[in-house]
């Protein structure tokens, strides 16, 4: 009997001591949450660089690299360089006060021998420049509102939206006749702007000097380019630009415009109407041009382009019987593939552009260019 008891005390101890090691033990832990996902560290680097006391400083570059073949008389191709824009922009006092500046080395290339002759027959060979001597395109300072932002330096004109308009957004490797002969022009002055949701001004004081000159007489240019946009995608604009005070000396310049451009999904259609004075007096010379382009994104990547434009840089010449008419008078001809790595970040051009002319040989010419922008 008492082995019995003492079999039970044991029994009932051993129930306890596994029943108080059970009540004891911890929870069964929760699932782990799954692992957050990696960090980009790209995205999480500073766009914008802190300087002075609050400023802000943020770098940029455009490198656009082309081969040319060309067959207008003689058939060529050539590498070139062109455009190394380097350049810098911010805020010195976020808010009021801020800064651009941008130059292209690509611009100064090295002098060539040219033989002068003067007025008694003789000859003479000097250096030059096949083009620009300076590097600076743009460098202002610009005090910031809400409802205006007046800058003083030297910027763009506000003639021809091809000209206008950053040259990383180019939708063929080279502008229009139009484009090129009266936009993408710099001047020095002063100029007022702003860009609200549905509407943008741009008003200026030009020295009529062209870049990197100063003025040499009491004449200025004065432009003015309004642009509306009555729905998404669709940007209706005009500019005026015209000289004032001495009309007739030879610089005297006068400009008016019309552009209309919709981008909206995969569709482009841009277009743009300048009419052009140029002298004063009886030198004054006529001109107008216009083009119209059409591109469209079959996938996101690849995007189809076609322009045509028409340039007439002396309307009189061809109302003239006597002139040969037409002489000077071009139509341009361009189809093109652009090839979009990343945007207008990364990107490959492919274009042909014939330019017909009633007198002079046809310009045939292919581009092949790449670029990145940031």
């Given amino acids: 009997m008492i082995e019995i008891l003492r079999l039970r005390r044991i029994v009932v101890a051993l129930v306890l001591a596994f029943a108080g090691s059970t009540l004891a033990a911890d929870p069964p832990a929760e699932p782990a949450p ?33 081969f040319v073949f060309d067959q207008t008389d003689v058939p060529a191709n050539t590498f070139r360089i062109r455009r190394a824009e380097v350049s810098a922009k911010g805020e010195i006092v976020p808010g009021m006060v801020g800064y651009n500046v941008m130059f292209d080395p690509s611009r100064v290339r090295e002098p060539t021998n040219t033989t002068l002759t003067d007025s008694n027959g003789d000859t003479v060979t000097v250096k030059t420049f096949p083009g620009a001597a300076s590097a600076f395109q743009d460098v202002y300072l610009t005090f910031l509102s809400p409802v205006a932002d007046v800058s003083v330096g030297q910027f763009k004109i506000p003639v021809s939206w091809e000209g206008f308009n950053s040259s990383a957004k180019l939708i063929l490797p080279e502008r229009s006749l139009v484009g090129v002969a009266y936009g993408d022009k710099r001047d020095i002055g002063i100029r007022v702007t702003k860009t609200f949701k549905n509407w943008m001004y741009s008003a200026g004081v030009f020295n009529g000097a062209v870049s990197n000159n100063l003025d040499t007489n009491n004449s200025k240019d004065l432009g003015l380019r309004l642009e509306v946009y009555p729905i998404e995608g669709l940007t209706l604009a005009g500019v005026g630009y015209a000289s004032i005070g001495e009309r007739l000396a030879p610089t005297t310049r006068d400009r008016w415009e019309f552009d209309a451009r919709y981008e909206r999904g995969p569709l482009l259609f841009q277009s743009e109407y300048i009419h052009a ?58 189809a093109g593939v652009n090839y979009y790595l990343q945007k207008h970040e990364a990107k490959l051009q492919l274009a042909y552009q014939r330019v017909q002319y009633d007198v002079k040989t046809p310009l045939n010419e292919v581009i092949l260019a790449a670029q990145v922008w940031f």
Avoid: M
């Fill in 34 to 66: 799954a692992p957050a996902p990696a960090a980009n560290p790209i995205a999480e680097l500073p766009k914008k660089i802190a300087v002075g006391t609050n400023g802000l400083f943020q770098p940029g570059l455009l490198l656009q690299g082309w």
């Fill in 277 to 334: 004075y140029d002298g004063g007096g009886a030198g004054r010379v006529e001109a107008q041009g216009f083009y119209g382009v059409f591109a469209y994104l079959v996938t996101d990547k690849i995007q189809p382009v076609i322009r045509v434009g028409y340039l007439d840089p002396n309307v009189a010449r061809d109302l003239d019987p006597v002139a040969d008419k037409g002489a000077d008078e071009g139509w341009e001809f361009n």
